[in-house]
């Protein structure tokens, strides 16, 4: 008896066994028929994605010239006025460091008609001029030497032709009308010059 128990118990073992291995190759099945319905699907969704048309390359291209041509539009209207703006504001500095001499100018004035002492009222004119000429050389400008040199069109402009008093002024600048200026090495206003001939 105990012979036929281990024996059924074998054959159920191995009926299980059966049924399993049974169980794994269907439910492998089902798996690969999704895979493959999956796959179908895939190819079904690719196929209706045709080449656009003409129409359609021509429209997005259409579409992308004028999203870039608004684009250039927006970006030199916002550049101009920024120069614009920066135009403005350009000489703020400049003008900033120019009010101490005209606060000076003012005081010179109002003590000019009370002053007794000239030589008071002169070392004041000399104290702004020096401030002054001190801001333009902080600003790169510089005074174009002019007297008793060679005259120059590069950096003079004459106004008129004299006898020159000696033989050494000769072509060369006698007596400056107006002075001129270098701002950084670049003739900011020409010497206006009387020459010797």
Same mark, same amino acid.
């Given at each position: 008896?105990? /012979?036929?128990?281990?024996?059924?118990?074998?054959?159920?073992?191995?009926?299980?066994?059966?049924?399993?291995?049974?169980? #794994?190759?269907?439910?492998?099945?089902?798996?690969?028929?999704?895979?493959?319905?999956?796959?179908?699907?895939?190819?079904?969704?690719?196929? !209706? =994605?045709?080449? !656009?048309?003409?129409?359609? /390359?021509?429209?997005? %291209?259409?579409?992308?010239? *004028?999203?870039?041509?608004?684009e250039y539009d927006n970006f030199r209207k916002r550049t *101009?006025?920024?120069?614009?703006?920066? +135009? =403005? &504001?350009?000489?703020?500095?400049?003008?900033?460091?120019? %009010?101490?001499?005209?606060?000076?100018?003012?005081?010179?004035? +109002? &003590?000019?008609? #009370?002053?007794?002492?000239?030589?008071?009222?002169?070392?004041?004119?000399?104290?702004? &001029?020096?401030?002054? +000429?001190?801001?333009?050389?902080?600003?790169?400008?510089?005074?174009?030497?002019?007297?008793?040199?060679?005259?120059?069109?590069?950096?003079?402009?004459?106004?008129?032709?004299? !006898?020159? !008093?000696?033989?050494?002024?000769?072509?060369?600048?006698?007596?400056?009308? +107006? /002075?001129?200026?270098?701002?950084?090495?670049?003739?900011?206003?020409? &010497? =206006?010059?009387?020459?010797?001939?």
């Amino acid at each position: 008896m105990v /012979k036929k128990s281990n024996k059924s118990d074998n054959q159920k073992d191995t009926k299980v066994k059966t049924e399993e291995k049974l169980n #794994e190759e269907q439910v492998q099945e089902e798996i690969e028929k999704e895979d493959e319905a999956e796959e179908a699907e895939e190819t079904d969704q690719e196929e !209706p =994605k045709k080449e !656009p048309t003409v129409e359609e /390359k021509l429209a997005e %291209l259409q579409d992308r010239y *004028l999203r870039l041509t608004a684009e250039y539009d927006n970006f030199r209207k916002r550049t *101009l006025k920024e120069k614009i703006e920066l +135009q =403005k &504001s350009a000489n703020e500095n400049l003008l900033q460091a120019l %009010l101490p001499v005209a606060d000076d100018f003012d005081r010179a004035l +109002q &003590s000019v008609n #009370e002053a007794t002492d000239i030589k008071a009222v002169k070392e004041g004119l000399r104290l702004i &001029s020096g401030k002054f +000429q001190g801001f333009l050389t902080l600003q790169g400008v510089k005074e174009i030497v002019a007297v008793k040199k060679e005259f120059d069109t590069d950096l003079h402009e004459a106004i008129t032709k004299i !006898p020159a !008093p000696t033989k050494k002024l000769k072509g060369k600048v006698v007596d400056v009308i +107006q /002075k001129g200026y270098m701002l950084n090495d670049k003739v900011l206003r020409y &010497s =206006k010059v009387v020459i010797g001939e």
